[in-house]
């Protein structure tokens, strides 16, 4: 907890009160209250990394060796082209820097960052996934996303030496897939019409097959899974900031610009940002309606967000209590129990994203309604577009920020930017396997 004391009192007021802006609130030591410092205590530092029960190998160097290999790996996809990072793309904060993405064909939503996502309660705008390596797996078979099946992927896998060696490494053995009457070369449970051919291919299966494939194709979720886990980043300019407050450090309180420090004020105060985006992930983990309007580009203007996520979540063979999980009756992956489908009120909800990072991972929102910060706070500001489906959230109101306030929590927004992990995390490794210790 952060102490409110004369020293503090001093140490803000000597880096914060001179030189402010024209216009903008003088940063006096009467604005650190105890409620302030309490609240901007709440947000920093990041924490421990939370576990995964429901996979085995989350923390295994072999698996996250594999799965960064395959998250490079464009045979992953129907036409050769496609990886993980093709969307994720590590020089833009592992999302995209298109509002939609362009892949085998194009993305129905904007794509999210995977950075610190090992701390997400559900994946996904819609939450349909609850776990990183179920979330690994959908793209994989999105006609508009990687267009693979997973029927290619155990044939890959098997066919490959290098693949094979890294996959038998962690998980023993591989099932003999090489009679394509019992194991067609393509096919998954796509779609719904069933003269499609992966998924006519697919439900010709012997249900005995189709266990044998689902569980390598969730052991390749579970190795992306992996690899993620350690795209962590580093302390912000922001943690740094509140480490200073805790430890009477004007160095590390300087840190953090006059500007931003006036955000940090309002982000805890007058703009009511956490509300939303709380605790140390700058999320409250759950969905909300906010009211934006359309965009020409939008797949499906009429979106229902969580209102079919929900659902989806529940009916995923791969979930945490399924039969793919590692540990279906874990009570600290209980979730689902308590999941409700609410109908009509989660019309349009979409996840409240982090905001860790946020500056490196434009454009923003579930569409990529705007390019920039500024136009994000804006728009809370104004609250000037009407939802499509559904009803805004109540609780947001127009805010009435100043274009100095609004600054003020850009400045504020960029300093969440962490260090990004390390380099070697960044590019494909040269081989699936660990390299030697």
């Given at each position: ?248 450090d004007p160095d590390k309180v ?5 500007s931003a420090q006036r955000g ?69 992956n209980d979730k689902l129990t ?100």
């Amino acid at each position: 907890m952060i102490r409110l004391t004369k020293t503090n009192l001093i140490l803000v007021f000597l880096i914060g009160a001179t030189g402010c802006e024209s216009g903008s609130e003088s940063l006096t030591p009467s604005v650190w209250t105890q409620e302030v410092l309490a609240n901007l205590d709440r947000l920093s530092p990041l924490g421990v990394l939370p576990s995964d029960p429901t996979n085995a190998v989350a923390d295994h160097p072999g698996a996250a060796a594999l799965g960064q290999f395959l998250f490079f790996d464009t045979r992953l996809s129907q036409n050769g082209e496609v990886a993980c990072a093709t969307c994720h793309t590590p020089e833009h904060g592992f999302a995209d820097e298109l509002p939609l993405s362009k892949a085998v064909g194009t993305t129905k939503r904007h794509t999210p960052t995977v950075l610190n996502t090992a701390y997400n309660r559900w994946f996904f705008w819609d939450g349909r996934a609850d776990s990183q390596w179920a979330q690994a797996l959908k793209p994989l078979e999105d006609p508009g996303e990687h267009g693979f099946s997973r029927l290619e992927f155990v044939h890959l896998i098997s066919a490959d030496p290098q693949l094979r060696q890294a996959y038998e490494g962690i998980f023993g053995p591989l099932p003999d897939f090489s009679d394509t009457t019992r194991f067609p070369s393509k096919g998954g449970p796509i779609g719904k019409d069933l003269n499609y051919p992966p998924l006519a291919a697919w439900v010709g299966m012997a249900p005995a097959d189709q266990t044998l494939v689902n569980e390598v194709f969730s052991n390749l979720g579970k190795t992306i899974a992996a690899y993620e886990r350690k795209l962590v980043t580093g302390p912000s300019a922001f943690d740094v900031f509140v480490e200073g407050l805790e430890t009477n450090d004007p160095d590390k309180v300087a840190t953090l610009s006059e500007s931003a420090q006036r955000g940090a004020l309002l982000f805890v105060g007058k703009a009511l940002c956490t509300r939303c985006h709380s605790g140390p992930e700058l999320t409250d983990r759950e969905f909300h309606n906010v009211g934006l309007g359309p965009r020409d580009w939008m797949a499906d203007p009429k979106d229902g967000g969580r209102a079919g996520g929900a659902g989806q979540v529940i009916a995923d063979v791969f979930n945490g209590k399924g039969n793919y999980s590692d540990a279906p009756a874990d009570p600290t992956n209980d979730k689902l129990t308590y999941l409700t489908l609410a109908g009509a009120e989660q019309i349009g909800q979409f996840k409240t994203p982090s905001l860790r990072n946020v500056a490196l991972t434009p454009p923003y929102m579930h569409s990529g309604h705007f390019e920039t910060l500024a136009e994000v706070v804006r728009f809370y500001s104004e609250l000037d577009e009407n939802p499509l489906v559904g009803h805004r959230e109540e609780v947001l109101e127009p805010l009435h920020l100043t274009d100095d306030e609004i600054a003020d929590l850009v400045a504020f927004l960029e300093s969440l930017t962490g260090e990004l992990p390390d380099s070697a995390l960044l590019t494909k490794p040269d081989s699936p396997l660990p390299p030697n210790p």
